[in-house]
Each structure stands twice: as C-alpha cells, then as structure tokens.
C-alpha cells in the first residue's frame, strides 16, 4: 500500500502534464517569467530603483522566460517525437521543483533565509532553464531507443517472412516476441517514472569545482559532504576520461550548455554511466557557474544493448534458415551455423556432434575455435554418465552450464575439459525420442546465459534439425526413385522379352492351324469348323495382344529423342493413315489451329491416331464428330479430342487406361484393349497427363498436355478446317 501511495502523485502528476501538454507547459513556464520580470521592472522602476540594477535582474529573470518561450515555440522542429514532449516538460518543472526546494532547505538553516524574489526567481528560472536542456538530452536519447526498437520490429517482421519449411522457428520467436514486450513495458515503465535517487543534481564552477550538490551524489559516489566539497569534477572519474570532462566543462560556460555521457567511478571503484545536462548562470554576485542534472543511464544503456543483441540473434536464425533452403550442404550450414552462434553469443567455442547410433558415439561434425585436426575426427560418447553430451541427449529441453567446475550434473566430456570449458549450452538436434545429434557453444570463463540466449540456440538447432531432415528425405526420395527407375526397366526388359518370345510359338500354332485347314478343312464336319475358326481367331488376337504388348514395352527402349513436331503435320498423317475409315464412316473431323510441342513425332502420331480411330469406332449409330483444339497453359499444351459418341460412365473413366481393360466385348468392338494404355505411357514419357470427361451418351472429351517449344508464341491465330 506504501508503494502504491507513492506512486499515485507521480501518476497524478504525469497524467495533468499530459492534459495540459508539456510544450504548453514550457511556453507557460517561460511567459511567467516575462511577466513576472516585467511587472517587477515596472514597480522597481516607479519606485525610484536604478535602472542598470533594474534592468540586470529583469535579463536574468527574463533571460531564461525568453529562451523557455523560444524552445517550447520550436520543440516540434526539434528531433524528438511528439509523445516525449511531456517528459521535457516534467524536466523543466522537476528542475524547478529541486531549485525551489534546495532555497527551501537553506532557508531553514539558522540565520539563513532567502528572502529577496529576484534571488529566487533567477534560480528558479536559470534551474527549469538546465531541467529544459536535461529534458530535450532525456527526449532525444528515448527518441533513438524508439527508432531501434522500430528497426526491431521491422527485422520480426522480415523474419515472419521466411519460407513455410521454417515455420517450427515460430514458437521460439514467439518466445522472443514476449520477452520484447515484457522489456517494452518495463521500459515505459521507467522512462516515466523519474528515479530521483540517482538524478544528481549540481553547480560547477569555471575550474571544476562543485559549488553545490544534493544528497544523490553522495549515495551515488559513496562519498561523503565533506569528501565531495574537497573534490572537483574530474575527480568523480577515471583518468582517461578527465581530460574530456575538462573540455566538456569549458565548452559548457563557452557555450552556455553541457551534454556529456560519461562513467563516474564510485568510491568502491565501480564504474556508473550517467548522462549529464547542464546550463551557464550566474550567481547573483555575477559569477558564471554550470548547474545541471546527471542521470543514472545504466539500465538504458543494458536495454539497447540487449535489443541489439536479440535483434542479432534473430538475424542470424532468418540468415542460416535461408542458407539452408538455397545449399544442399550440411557441412557448410553447420559450419557457418557453429561459426554465427559462437560470434554473436561471445563464445569461443560452438560444435555440432553428429550421433552415430551403432558405436554409441558422437563425432565432432563442425566446430569453430578446437584445436586444429580435432573437427572431423575427435569422438564423444553418447552413453558415458559423466557426459554433457549423454546428459543432453536424455533430456528434451537445452542444457545450461554456468560453472562446469561447480557443475554436479557432470564433469565432462574429455573434450570440454581439455579446452578449459567453464560455461556453455548444449541442445539436441532433431526429435528428443529420435536425435540426430547435438549444438553446443561453451566459454572458458563462468558466464550467465539468459532465457532469449537459450531460445536463439534452440532455434539454430531448428534450422539444423529442419536442413537434416529435409535432405534426408531428398536422399531417400531419390533413392526410391532410382529403385523405381531400375524396376521399370527391368519390367519392361522382361516384357519385351516375354512377348518377343511368344512371336515365335505363336507363329507355329497359327501354320498348323493354316495347315490343318487346307488338308483337313474338307474332311471336318460343321462343329470341327468352327472349332477350328475359333482356334484361328484365337491366335489372331494373341497375335495383336502380344504385338500391342511389344509396343506398350518399347516406349520407353525405342522411343526417339525429342524435337520440335508440328501437331498439324501430325494430325494430317492421321487422316492419312486413317482415310478408308474416315471414308466409309462418313465422318467429319475439324481441328483448330494446332501448335508446335517437345516430343517424339512418331509416338505423338500413334497417340492421335488411337484417339480418333476411337472416336470413330464408338461413334454409335450416328457418323462420327470429331473436333480437336488446343489451349496454351504456362510451359504446356492441353491438346483435346473431341467426339459425339457414346460416351464413357464416371466409374469407367479411369478403368480404360488400365493394360487389356475392354469396355465392351469383341463382337460388338474389335481391339485389344492396349491403345489407352499405350496413349497414357507414351503421354507420361513426355512429362504429360491423360484424361477423358464424358457423359454415357453426350460422348466424349480426350485431353493429353505436352510440353511447349520453348521459342512457341502465344499469338497464334485461331481457325477452325474440316475434312
């Protein structure tokens, strides 16, 4: 409850400067000051005052009212974002408030009083004056933090972008994305709280020496009043800094402002960095004096250096997640990986082990900073109790060594010990119930890792993890493949040689058949005839089976290389070939205009001229329509023949092009149920699709894509021919 009482003035008091609006506050501010020094001059003037001592304390008054008025009237042009005005302005009134209060209490002091306005309306104003320069100091420095976490927010969201095969890096980054937000609201936090304990306020003169301070410098320094009264400025720090401070100082009462950042050394020798902001006055004896602000700046300077840490990190995860989608090296993403880790996380070792699950070892894969020759051969076990590595691959989650000699976890390995490892974090790579094997990254000095170190390589380990698994999965792809491709051709070796070898036993049975018929044809009764003709039909279709089946074997063993071929020459040759049918059918065939493709002439022809000798065959009892056209897709062709027929039922659809598949019998169609299947194989050879939409009576569309001449225009016109 204390707390809370404490802090409802502060909030109180922040939330009535944001109402009013702190460049309206800094322009009031000063406009009193005018008005104040005003009327005072025109009273002191009507009593009878001089007028050169009227006229000194209205410029010192007015002075600081003016440079008040001129700095809120151009604080927009200045470069500070609008949202920190209200901070300047609580600088300038904390400067008044400490100027006032400092009068205060050397008032209170026995046969001490400040009793003369001008004295307090000088300090005062030269005071909300310096609290203006530590607040526009204060303003600018949030003002870059704001930039950097915007250059933050944009790096997230490059990040987001990465390709889907990285996607598992979203839960670590998620984590990182919670702790941003976390350190944004204690940031805020912060920034808008003023700490007075460490907010030291003092007056210097020319030389350095501190004419006056308040308690914070003491508990800041840990040196007494009477220790600080002894000391000038350049005391509060370290040698190679004084020579700056002295020059700072001089620049400030040539100037009439300070900015400095700088360490002061504690009487302890710590070292705190504190930004300093100060003006040029003068005591009312005209003595030019420097009064200021210094500010503790140690927790803003952690934040931007962890924001630029973090922003690192995930940098280097995006980077090794687009290396590992653009090389098909595992050693160069794991050596650059091991290499980025240890860089970013100041490291001098990092390793990537790689399990050898039947000698229960590790190998040292990659590494960054071993001794040379071990990366390649040195060997870890994976199974031995005093390991680290053991120990990581029996957990699921990152192992954390702060100390390795304070460790009770274990000891080693050999291999950690040898290079005096004290520190480091080590993470499996893959699945925890089956890991390829480990990332790790040690120190040789005792090191605090935080939760966002962890997180960072964890999801390097991702990467890995992901690269691992993607390439294993290509290998055993192109293994399948390779496995295939063999079993293909033996399959088709072994059918050309099954039937090449019927030819011959097939030929024998057809001449005794032949033979028999010419002895015996006329010493047959009428069943031995047709027993006869059946047997002779027989072998005739074996004949075309077998014939067929050579064919649909030879596709691939016979096929010629591809070449440009004209389709319209193609389809020509079909009508050729097919004229005494076409004839006798009275059929009409229409085309549109055909284009060039990447194939194999003779095989494209055998495809067409399957595809319309059936359209012709199962035209019913109408002559037959048949109308082929062609639409340009992308790299490819779909060609399409289309009939009037009969049709085809959707549960058939696929069936046709299945080896000896027959839809209907002989009597009513002749053939052998080998010409789909051949179109299909053929078409599959040129990269292509096959397909037929029908309906049971609305006949019938054939489509096959073929791949386009890569020198194929667009533009061709379109026209319709008939035959």
Request: net charge negative; aromatic share 6%.
């Amino acid at each position: 409850m204390v707390t809370v009482g404490r802090l409802l003035p502060v909030v109180s008091w922040n939330r009535a400067i944001s109402v009013v609006g702190g460049r309206t506050i800094i322009i009031a501010l000063g406009a009193l000051y005018v008005v104040l020094a005003t009327g005072r001059a025109l009273v002191r003037v009507a009593a009878g005052t001089p007028i050169e001592s009227v006229f000194i304390i209205t410029l010192l008054v007015a002075g600081p009212g003016f440079v008040l008025l001129y700095t809120g009237y151009r604080l927009p042009a200045l470069d500070i974002h609008a949202e920190f005005h209200d901070t300047i302005a609580a600088w300038c009134l904390g400067g008044f408030g400490v100027m006032f209060g400092v009068l205060l209490v050397y008032s209170l002091q026995p046969g001490e009083i400040v009793d003369d306005v001008a004295t307090i309306l000088i300090l005062t104003a030269l005071a909300s004056v310096a609290g203006l320069a530590a607040g526009i100091r204060d303003g600018e420095a949030k003002t870059r933090t704001r930039e950097l976490e915007t250059r933050n927010r944009e790096l997230q969201v490059a990040q987001s972008e990465l390709e889907e095969t990285v996607q598992r890096l979203e839960d670590a980054n998620t984590q990182l994305a919670e702790s941003n937000e976390r350190l944004e609201h204690y940031r805020t936090y912060t920034d808008h709280v003023l700490n007075a304990i460490h907010d030291v306020f003092y007056v210097l003169e020319a030389d350095g020496t501190l004419q006056r301070w308040n308690e914070s410098l003491c508990e800041v320094t840990g040196y007494s009043d009477a220790a600080v009264a002894s000391m000038s400025a350049g005391d509060f720090f370290d040698d190679d800094d004084r020579e700056r401070i002295a020059d700072s100082i001089a620049t400030g009462f040539e100037t009439g402002s300070l900015q400095l950042e700088a360490a002061i050394r504690t009487s302890d020798g710590a070292s705190v960095p504190y930004e300093f902001a100060a003006s040029r006055l003068e005591t009312p004896d005209g003595e030019p004096v420097l009064a200021g602000i210094g500010r503790d700046i140690s927790k803003r300077r952690e934040r931007e250096r962890e924001l630029e840490r973090r922003a690192r990190q995930q940098q280097v995860v995006a980077d090794l997640g687009q290396l590992a989608l653009e090389t098909d090296d595992l050693d160069e993403l794991m050596h650059d990986a091991t290499r980025q880790v240890a860089t970013v996380l100041d490291n001098e070792y990092c390793k990537v082990l790689d399990l050898n699950e039947g000698t229960d070892e590790l190998l040292l894969r990659q590494g960054v900073g071993w001794t040379d020759g071990l990366v390649g051969e040195a060997t870890v076990s994976a199974v031995e109790a005093d390991s680290q590595a053991a120990y990581t691959l029996a957990n699921d989650h990152p192992i954390v060594v702060e100390d390795l000699a304070t460790e009770s976890r274990f000891s080693g390995p050999e291999l950690l010990r040898s290079h005096d490892v004290r520190s480091g974090i080590s993470t499996i790579i893959g699945p925890a119930d089956d890991p390829w094997g480990i990332l790790g990254t040690h120190d040789t000095d005792s090191k605090r890792f935080t939760e966002e170190d962890v997180t960072f390589v964890q999801s390097v380990a991702n990467v890995l993890a992901e690269a691992i698994e993607r390439r294993q999965y290509q290998d055993e792809l192109e293994a399948l493949i390779d496995d295939l491709e063999e079993s293909n051709k033996r399959l088709e070796q072994f059918a050309y040689a099954a039937s090449h070898d019927l030819q011959e036993p097939l030929r024998m049975v057809s001449s005794y058949l032949t033979l028999i018929e010419r002895r015996y044809g006329d010493e047959l009764d009428e069943d031995g005839e047709e027993f006869l003709a059946y047997a002779v039909d027989g072998a005739d279709r074996m004949r075309d089976m077998i014939d067929g089946l050579l064919e649909y074997s030879r596709v691939e063993m016979r096929g010629d290389p591809f070449e440009p071929v004209d389709l319209e020459a193609v389809l020509e040759d079909v009508r050729k070939n097919l004229q005494v049918k076409i004839e006798d059918q009275e059929t009409e065939i229409t085309t549109e205009s055909l284009p060039r493709v990447e194939g194999d002439a003779a095989q494209l022809r055998q495809v067409f001229q399957n595809l319309v000798s059936n359209a012709i065959e199962y035209s019913g009892e109408e002559p037959a329509r048949v109308h082929v056209s062609a639409e340009r897709n992308g790299a490819e062709w779909t060609v399409s023949v289309a009939d009037n027929g009969i049709g085809i039922e959707p549960d058939d659809q696929k069936r046709i092009f299945e080896v000896f598949h027959r839809l209907h019998s002989r009597e009513k169609h002749a053939g052998t149920g080998i010409g789909l299947a051949l179109c299909e194989r053929i078409v599959e050879r040129h990269g292509g699709e096959i397909w037929v939409d029908s309906e049971p009576g609305e006949g019938s569309t054939f489509s096959v894509t073929l791949p386009a001449v890569d020198e194929e225009c667009d533009d061709r016109t379109s026209g319709v021919r008939s035959a």
